[in-house]
């Protein structure tokens, strides 16, 4: 009996060995991007190489990132956004938004509303409450990632919660979610 028996998990030797090589190609990485590091014109410690398909992404994740000061620039990127959001499920109306039977366009600028605003919000407002996020000089592309990655997520909570507010009675949105019950066998 195995140590793998006990955790109903198949003994895959490749998997394993792959996960060992991995495991030592990150240890390489790490070391030798403390061992090269120069200093570029801001004062910042980069890799001056990397070793690695690991190494090669967590350089490219630490390269500055153009951060816009420009309060129109960032505006026509949040109102860009919720035009884009709007016009794609006016004139595609996906997940059963054309089967409602109220004013669709009404009904769907909620959405594109919604995403203006929570885009606005985190370009306008997040940068005075924390402005040595948004410094220019340590704006990476990491935290560039981690803004796009946050501000997905809250577009989608709102958005879940107006969908299934507003659109509680009429869009099929629980067809998408509950599993057939014939495969299940869970009522």
Not at 16 to 39: C, E, H, P
Not at 113 to 125: D, E, G, Q, Y
């Amino acid at each position: 009996m195995d140590i793998f028996s006990k955790f109903r998990v198949a003994y895959r030797p490749d998997i394993i060995l792959w996960g060992y090589f991995l495991l030592i190609d990150m240890k390489n990485t790490r070391a030798s991007l403390q061992v090269n590091m120069i200093t570029d014109q801001n004062k910042r410690q980069i890799p001056r190489r990397s070793t690695g398909l690991i190494g090669l992404f967590a350089s490219w994740l630490n390269q500055p990132f153009m951060f816009t000061s420009s309060a129109l620039a960032r505006f026509l990127i949040s109102f860009s956004f919720g035009i884009f959001v709007f016009l794609f499920l006016r004139i595609f109306l996906p997940f059963g938004l054309g089967s409602i039977p109220v004013n669709k366009t009404l009904f769907i600028s909620v959405y594109g509303v919604s995403t203006t605003f929570i885009i606005s919000t985190w370009l306008f407002i997040l940068p005075l409450f924390s402005p040595g996020i948004f410094n220019k000089e340590q704006y990476t592309i990491r935290k560039y990632l981690i803004l796009c990655f946050g501000n997905t997520l809250l577009i989608d909570i709102i958005n879940r919660i107006y969908t299934r507010t507003a659109g509680a009675d009429f869009l099929p949105y629980k067809k998408l979610i509950k599993p057939p019950t014939h495969i299940t066998g869970i009522n």
